[in-house]
């Protein structure tokens, strides 16, 4: 029988508030067994970019990646924010390691072709990019891999790499030694019928009605790359997708994604 291994994945406004950032990780010391977290880079990173004088460009939500773009990424997203996040997981008793995609070569992408946009140092993830028996080794040692948006090529060449993408293909790779739940957490309590509704939470979606609620346009803009990534995930062995409160990832209201 295969043990349950939970993958999150925060981003937004957890990581962009201090208060959030702590009682999640109060929250994800709760959950037991097996964890991998993922995480993006909020707000902070196109402060930063403004900061220094370079305008943030983003096309349908994703981040367009110049030279100078990923050098402030890297560090952003690499260095402060994971290791801030990973520090406070260990104040909270979570023994945690944080990662990008280079290290341990655990995660290598391909740069994003140019089509009809230039990402530029954008990497995206073929089904064979993940180590999945490295971080089973980290995992069975009693660590919890903490894994930012930043991989590389094998060559040299660091890339920015949209963490939703990240989670689900962690999930996938590691569905078939484990039984896999997928967390996506942010700041609602799961995909809402009503945009307006807090209280309007879908507690589980199947395909077709999630085809349904696409062209309904219940479900549109920056969640439709979130739940195509988690049925994707669910089409290739991870058994279950949760769509959830970061600060709530211990209680009952939430989305469950299902596959049939």
Not at 18 to 31: D, N, T
Not at 118 to 124: N, R, S
Not at 170 to 180: D, I, K, S, T
Not at 220 to 248: R, S
């Amino acid at each position: 029988m295969k043990q349950v291994l939970n993958v999150f994945k925060i981003g937004g406004g957890v990581l962009d508030d201090e208060a959030q950032l702590h009682a999640f990780v109060r929250e994800f010391g709760q959950v037991a067994g097996r964890k991998i977290l993922v995480h993006g880079g909020g707000k902070g990173a196109s402060q930063m970019l403004q900061d220094l004088g370079i305008q943030p460009q983003m096309v349908q939500g994703r981040r367009i990646t110049d030279a100078a773009t990923l050098d402030v990424v890297t560090m952003f997203y690499a260095g402060k924010t994971n290791k801030q996040l990973v520090a406070a997981l260990q104040s909270a008793g979570t023994n945690a390691l944080g990662l990008s995609g280079a290290d341990g070569n655990v995660i290598r992408a391909i740069k994003r072709p140019v089509k009809d946009i230039d990402y530029g140092f954008v990497g995206d993830l073929p089904a064979d990019s993940v180590d999945a028996g490295l971080l089973g080794t980290l995992l069975e040692a009693g660590l919890t891999p903490v894994l930012c948006a930043i991989t590389h090529d094998g060559q040299g060449q660091l890339l920015n790499t949209n963490a939703d993408t990240i989670a689900s293909t962690v999930a996938r790779a590691l569905a078939a030694r484990y039984e896999v739940e997928l967390h996506f957490c942010f700041e609602k309590d799961g995909v809402l019928a009503d945009i307006n509704d807090e209280a309007s939470v879908i507690p589980e979606i199947q395909p077709a009605q999630y085809a349904q609620l696409k062209a309904e346009g219940v479900i549109a803009a920056g969640m439709i790359p979130k739940l195509d990534n988690a049925f994707a995930a669910l089409e290739a062995g991870v058994e279950k997708v949760v769509i959830e409160h970061a600060l709530k990832i211990n209680q009952l209201v939430k989305t469950v994604l299902c596959r049939s």
